[in-house]
């Protein structure tokens, strides 16, 4: 009882009910206004143009004169070959980088730990957090120097060991699997960051009465860390099946190549060739709004089902 007077004290002092919660603190909401202005602009009024994805665009006529289609534009879409197999490239690629890509950093967190040297902790840190801040542009190029099936270090060895060279970036058979591999090397050490801060967040008496108790480092690990990181767990999930039809376009765009355009072409490099290439902005659009939907039902549906499970969800 007393808590709840002291809450309905505090939100009446602080003025946050209400409009006048507003009026009471000028300071903290003129501070406020660029941030509403910066979302209206860049989020909000942009929004109009999701009506070009039901309408037959012509740049000369621009937006408001484009004869409306209705659904027309998404019905010859999914009914195109390339967009299908661009869809389930994109599918099959998202899969591949969340069964292995999702619990990599989980496992590096938990791998750095364990280490007991400071030292050369934050050495494997640094090193492991540099690819992030590097383009793609720059590691294409550097893949395709180490890949290069004619003088690439990886061939040269794979030859060393009496193999046959492979053509990483130009064979359809291991487009795939290089593309996760390269993408879990550079995102792998900045993916650690938030979990390695719920480590540091964990009660370190938690792991002083398990050692009282006999608990060596393998059973303190499955015991405690990875229970109290279980929650940061499921909400990172939650978001990254939003972002299942994104499957990296700057990696792939950088990589691929018309050898490998059968499993290689992405729903997002598909929309770059016909939104950019061919001027179909009504198409570009009406496949961000597909994207943008399914995310959306995605995380509603992860995140049903999250809570269902006892878990705690993002709401």
Same mark, same amino acid.
């Given at each position: 009882?007393?808590?709840?007077?002291?809450?309905?004290?505090?939100?009446?002092?602080?003025?946050?009910?209400?409009?006048?919660?507003?009026?009471?603190?000028?300071?903290?909401?003129?501070?406020?206004?660029?941030?509403?202005?910066?979302?209206?602009?860049?989020?909000?009024?942009?929004?109009?143009?999701?009506?070009?994805?039901?309408?037959?665009?012509?740049?000369?006529?621009?937006?408001?004169?484009?004869?409306?289609?209705?659904?027309?534009?998404?019905?010859?879409?999914?009914?195109?070959?390339?967009?299908?197999?661009?869809?389930?490239?994109?599918?099959?690629?998202?899969?591949?980088?969340?069964?292995?890509?999702?619990?990599?950093?989980?496992?590096?967190?938990?791998?750095?730990?364990?280490?007991?040297?400071?030292?050369?902790?934050?050495?494997?840190?640094?090193?492991?957090?540099?690819?992030?801040?590097?383009?793609?542009?720059?590691?294409? %190029? +550097? #893949?395709?120097? &180490? *890949?290069?099936?004619?003088?690439?270090?990886?061939?040269?060895?794979?030859? @060393?060991?009496? !193999?046959?060279?492979?053509?990483?970036?130009?064979?359809?058979?291991?487009?795939?699997?290089?593309?996760?591999?390269?993408?879990?090397?550079?995102?792998?050490?900045?993916?650690?960051?938030?979990?390695?801060?719920?480590?540091?967040?964990?009660?370190?008496?938690?792991?002083?009465?398990?050692?009282?108790?006999?608990?060596?480092?393998?059973?303190?690990?499955?015991?405690?860390?990875?229970?109290?990181?279980?929650?940061?767990?499921?909400?990172?999930?939650?978001?990254?099946?939003?972002?299942?039809?994104?499957?990296?376009?700057?990696?792939?765009?950088?990589?691929?190549?018309?050898?490998?355009?059968?499993?290689?072409?992405?729903?997002?490099?598909?929309?770059?060739?016909?939104?950019?290439?061919?001027?179909?902005?009504?198409?570009?659009?009406?496949? %961000? +709004? #597909?994207?943008? &939907? *399914?995310?959306?039902?995605?995380?509603?549906?992860?995140?049903?089902?999250? @809570?269902?499970? !006892?878990?705690?969800?993002?709401?």
């Amino acid at each position: 009882m007393n808590a709840a007077i002291e809450k309905k004290e505090g939100n009446r002092i602080h003025g946050a009910t209400g409009f006048r919660g507003y009026l009471k603190n000028p300071v903290l909401t003129l501070m406020f206004i660029p941030v509403v202005i910066y979302y209206i602009v860049f989020h909000y009024t942009p929004m109009y143009g999701i009506v070009l994805a039901f309408k037959d665009y012509s740049l000369t006529l621009g937006i408001m004169k484009s004869p409306w289609v209705g659904f027309e534009v998404f019905s010859e879409l999914f009914k195109t070959a390339s967009f299908t197999r661009a869809f389930r490239n994109t599918i099959i690629i998202s899969l591949l980088r969340w069964v292995t890509g999702f619990p990599a950093p989980i496992i590096l967190a938990l791998m750095l730990n364990e280490l007991k040297n400071l030292r050369y902790k934050k050495v494997i840190q640094t090193i492991s957090y540099l690819p992030h801040f590097l383009s793609w542009v720059i590691l294409a %190029g +550097l #893949f395709t120097q &180490l *890949l290069s099936p004619s003088n690439g270090a990886v061939n040269y060895i794979i030859e @060393k060991l009496g !193999g046959k060279p492979i053509y990483f970036l130009a064979d359809n058979k291991y487009f795939r699997g290089t593309l996760v591999v390269t993408g879990i090397w550079k995102e792998i050490g900045w993916g650690t960051v938030v979990y390695l801060a719920t480590i540091a967040g964990i009660d370190q008496e938690l792991y002083e009465a398990a050692e009282c108790d006999g608990a060596k480092r393998w059973r303190k690990m499955w015991s405690i860390t990875l229970p109290l990181m279980k929650p940061t767990i499921v909400i990172l999930l939650i978001m990254n099946c939003g972002s299942i039809l994104n499957a990296g376009f700057d990696q792939v765009f950088n990589l691929y190549n018309a050898n490998v355009y059968e499993t290689a072409d992405i729903i997002d490099t598909y929309v770059y060739r016909r939104g950019i290439g061919n001027m179909e902005y009504n198409v570009s659009t009406a496949v %961000g +709004l #597909f994207k943008n &939907l *399914l995310g959306f039902f995605m995380v509603m549906g992860t995140n049903f089902l999250a @809570k269902q499970l !006892g878990e705690e969800g993002i709401w």
